[in-house]
């Protein structure tokens, strides 16, 4: 992990009322906002300050950087200007860190007298679990857009990636909270400033104005607000402004357009999150519908991982199950996705005994994270939970559960809209660049569709197509069967919620199991295999579902069992791959002429050079936890917009990090 990233547990901030009925943070000595009022102060120091919204008008998007999101109240005052403004940008994106920030009820008794009603409750309805991740939230059919990122601001600010266009700085008083106003921070915060970027704040501290004008801005004082006779207002201009990363270097300015190469969860995904920036796509794939390659088994798991230290893998995983969870349970709830996502249970032998379940509650406490997102469990109180006999303790996680992915997709496609057009039995043989664009052809040479920007998200399909010049992905082919269990060969106890462990056992909607999935590398079979089936029964034994071990797989009805087979594409390091691959050949040119490029941002990428070409792939076993937060990963790329992951969740995703070695 980076030096840079230090996860540590997200302690709520304490919150009482003075006599006047003003919020005030006993732990800091201060209070949220002025007597006057959170949405008035908001207004003049914050909107005012940063010449909103008059600043914002006819921008594709507009980007607000906030230090201290505190009850919220600038955001809220930010969003209402926005809606009343009939020259408002076309997307609002409000970033925010906030070390404490408040549990969900203390932040519902915060607002109970907003004076924007409708909106505080749909931030309170939007509120994340306390974790420590980057939590995007999505409000006005995603054209305002809330970044919250818990944790110390020291740490936070190296992991975005943004340019914004407009600085709230609204700590606590420097002399209360000195480590929100240090030099270190007000560098930090320059070097996410757009050129032409303005910075508000209510403090006129000598330290803070002299470390704007150190780090480019030019700073003035402007009359302040109730009984504050100033205030700080600053715009950035310095003497010098870097080149963007290679990485970051959008394509050419043109049509928001976009050709997505498959229709499983990836592309559909990826459809969607760039609906939400804006940008049209056409969603090509060889098969007549959405969601009928690997993608459409019956039922699949949705759920993060837990481990100590917080693993790269664990914060993804996390970040896209919250993430799923946000969009994909309001569609359950409504019958439109099939599925349950009220919980799911993770088998361990290591939760067998008492020292064992301690350890995980201690390593549970030092990453931080709520009982609500996981929780391990003793074995009796597993078995409770689940209704089943189960050999061992397990992982709770509440957030979670199983989705079925055809519906999925067909959920992601319909909330894309107009933007997102479908074109199957559309199997794209090869492609071809043209002027701006890249065009997707057919075995016969017929062009089937263009655009300007090209995704690939067709899963172990981009082998076929990788264009020459780019640096290669090593990605494996996994076959997986699954087995389906009659609804009327019940075994004795149905499980209350989805099982995980060495396999998996879900309860459809209509009563039946699904159980799976076999992993075979380079196995091309498309047959189900009884051997497979019973491999995946014998697993389904230890996890309790089918009663006694050796009678429950000797009575097994194997000529009546059901099943799938799929292939994943799979990555060596069990991560999906997301971003702009890298030109090796000038890669290569680079490290001839003994350029150093150690960090991945840096390393060349053909949309340097306009191609506009993408990569979404290697979800493996894990798309329905992963697609939905590595689309907008993947849009962020394309768009421009703040990436809604931390900067060292991104690299772990990029292309960049299979380059050639040296």
């Known amino acids: 992990m980076p030096a840079c990233m230090k996860p540590e547990p997200i302690h709520p901030a304490r919150i009482a009322f003075n006599a006047d009925g003003v919020p005030c943070a006993p732990d800091f000595g201060d209070v949220y906002h002025a007597t006057a009022g959170a949405l008035v102060q908001a207004e003049h120091v914050f909107l005012r300050g940063n010449g909103l919204p008059g600043r914002w008008a006819g921008r594709e998007r507009f980007v607000v950087l906030e230090t201290g999101f505190g009850l919220g109240n600038n955001f809220l005052a930010t969003w209402a200007a926005w809606r009343a403004d009939p020259q408002r940008c076309e997307r609002l994106v409000f970033v925010s860190v906030e070390k404490h920030p408040l549990s969900q009820d203390d932040l519902r008794r915060a607002l109970a007298a907003s004076t924007l009603p409708e909106l505080a409750a749909q931030l309170l309805d939007a509120w994340p679990l306390l974790t420590p991740n980057l939590h995007l939230r999505d409000f006005d059919a995603g054209r305002v857009q809330l970044l919250l990122a818990f944790g110390d ?302 995704v690939l998200a067709h899963a172990l399909g981009a082998r076929s197509v990788w264009p020459d010049g780019l640096a290669p992905l090593p990605l494996a082919a996994v076959r997986g069967q699954t087995t389906l269990w009659p609804g009327d060969a019940q075994p004795a106890v149905l499980p209350r919620l989805p099982l995980s462990g060495q396999g998996y056992a879900l309860r459809l909607a209509d009563g039946r199991l699904l159980l799976g999935a076999t992993t075979q590398v380079n196995d091309a079979d498309p047959a189900l295999r009884t051997a497979d089936h019973r491999h995946n029964l014998s697993r389904a034994v230890q996890l309790g579902v089918l009663g006694n071990g050796a009678e429950a797989l000797d009575d097994a009805p194997l000529a009546r069992l059901g099943g799938r087979v799929g292939w994943r594409a799979t990555l060596p390091d069990r991560l999906p791959v997301i971003g702009p691959p890298v030109d090796a050949l000038a890669l290569a040119n680079a490290r001839a002429g003994r350029r150093r490029l150690d960090a991945l941002r840096h390393q060349p990428r053909w949309h340097e050079a306009g191609h506009g070409l993408y990569v979404f792939s290697g979800l493996a076993s894990r798309g329905l936890t992963s697609a939905a937060l590595g689309a907008r990963v993947l849009a962020a790329w394309i768009s421009g917009a703040p990436f809604p992951v931390e900067n060292s969740l991104r690299d772990a995703l990029d292309p960049a990090r299979f380059g050639p070695p040296g």
């Open 153 to 454: 601001v020291a740490h936070m600010l190296p992991e975005l990636q943004l340019q914004a266009d407009a600085l709230y700085l609204d700590g606590f008083a420097p002399a209360r909270n000195a480590a929100m106003w240090t030099p270190d921070v007000l560098k930090r915060l320059a070097r996410l400033a757009a050129p032409g970027a303005t910075a508000a704040t209510w403090s006129v501290a000598r330290s803070v104005c002299d470390g704007l004008t150190s780090n480019g801005f030019v700073v003035e004082r402007v009359p302040g607000f109730a009984g504050r006779h100033e205030m700080t207002v600053a715009r950035f201009a310095p003497r010098y402004t870097a080149p963007s990363p290679a990485a970051f270097r959008a394509p050419p300015v043109g049509p928001r357009e976009a050709l997505v190469l498959g229709g499983g969860l990836a592309g559909c995904a990826a459809a969607w999150a760039l609906s939400l920036q804006g940008w049209t796509s056409t969603v090509l794939d060889r098969q007549p519908a959405p969601a009928m390659e690997t993608s459409g088994n019956l039922a699949g798991l949705m759920h993060g991982i837990f481990n100590a230290p917080d693993s790269l893998h664990a914060r993804w995983f996390r970040a896209a199950a919250l993430h799923t969870h946000t969009w994909a349970a309001p569609a359950v709830a409504a019958g439109r996705v099939g599925g349950r996502l009220d919980g799911l249970l993770r088998l361990d032998a290591g939760l067998n005994d008492d020292t064992g379940l301690q350890a995980a509650q201690l390593a549970c406490a030092r990453v931080g994270l709520p009982a609500a997102y996981v929780q391990p469990l003793s074995r009796g109180d597993a078995i409770q939970t689940s209704g089943l006999p189960l050999p061992s303790g397990g992982w709770r996680y509440g957030q979670a559960g199983w989705l079925s992915p055809s519906d999925w997709c067909a959920e992601l496609l319909a909330r894309a809209g107009p933007l997102a057009g479908w074109r199957g039995d559309s199997a794209v043989a090869r492609l071809r660049r043209i002027g701006a664009g890249w065009q997707a052809l057919d075995g016969t040479g017929r062009v089937l569709a263009e655009a300007p920007v090209l």
